[in-house]
């Protein structure tokens, strides 16, 4: 009897492998829109958008059903990435990142894991994709959770010169603080 292999420990972590935020100038989205419309400027945009995603990741389908008891639901997108061997299910939201948001991915999450998941694949994670986020909020309904949820945000156009300036300089500080305390930075003064 054929046994299935163990999933693969993947060498890098969803945290790392999934952007926060998202830059999506590119959709030429109107003032005021809907997750459909979000959606669908996503899809016609679908080349623009995977490389804004990253790496290793491959289109799988839109609006997957699943049912659950008598209820219907969609994921809204269903990415596979490669390098840590599993689905992405992601829901987009225009508004900003509530607690529900949470519940409803991790029981996408579950019935993923179940249905969608090919032997050897690592566990599926998903990503709400929002228009904003509290930090608080997203923290408190996202930890403990048995399956890995991302929130993360988009932008629909570019934060101005400053702000990108600034993030730049708290992300470089940030990299090589992480670094510093694994001993493989070395810096020279001049």
């Known amino acids: 009897m054929l046994q299935q292999p163990a999933p693969a420990e993947p060498n890098v972590l969803p945290e790392q492998a999934i952007r926060d935020?998202?830059?999506?100038?590119?959709?030429?989205?109107k003032d005021e829109y809907s997750e459909s419309d979000l959606?669908?400027?996503?899809?016609?945009?679908?080349m623009d958008f995977m490389l804004e995603l990253g790496d290793d990741f491959?289109?799988?389908?839109?609006?997957?059903?699943?049912r659950i008891d008598d209820s219907w639901f969609r994921v809204d997108l269903?990415?596979?990435?490669?390098?840590?061997r599993c689905l992405l299910l992601v829901d987009l939201?225009?508004?900003?990142?509530?607690?529900?948001?949470?519940?409803l991915m991790n029981m996408?999450?579950?019935?993923?894991?179940e249905h969608w998941t090919m032997p050897g694949e690592n566990p599926p994670v998903g990503l709400v994709l929002c228009a904003g986020k509290g930090a608080g909020e997203a923290h408190y309904a996202l930890t403990?959770?048995?399956?890995?949820?991302?929130?993360?945000?988009?932008?629909?156009?570019?934060?101005?010169?400053?702000l990108?300036?600034?993030?730049?300089i708290r992300s470089q500080t940030m990299l090589e603080t992480q670094l510093t305390r694994g001993g493989s930075l070395t810096t020279e003064k001049n």
Do not use: C, W
Not at 58 to 66: D, K, P, W
């Open 21 to 29: 935020p998202f830059i999506l100038e590119f959709l030429n989205l």
């Open 39 to 46: 959606e669908d400027a996503l899809l016609s945009h679908l």
């Open 58 to 66: 491959a289109f799988v389908g839109r609006q997957r059903r699943l």
């Open 78 to 84: 269903l990415f596979f990435h490669r390098r840590l």
């Open 93 to 103: 939201k225009v508004g900003k990142f509530g607690y529900a948001d949470a519940g």
């Open 108 to 113: 996408y999450l579950n019935y993923a894991k």
């Open 144 to 162: 403990g959770l048995p399956n890995t949820i991302m929130a993360s945000e988009y932008k629909v156009q570019l934060p101005d010169e400053k």
């Open 164 to 168: 990108l300036t600034d993030e730049l």
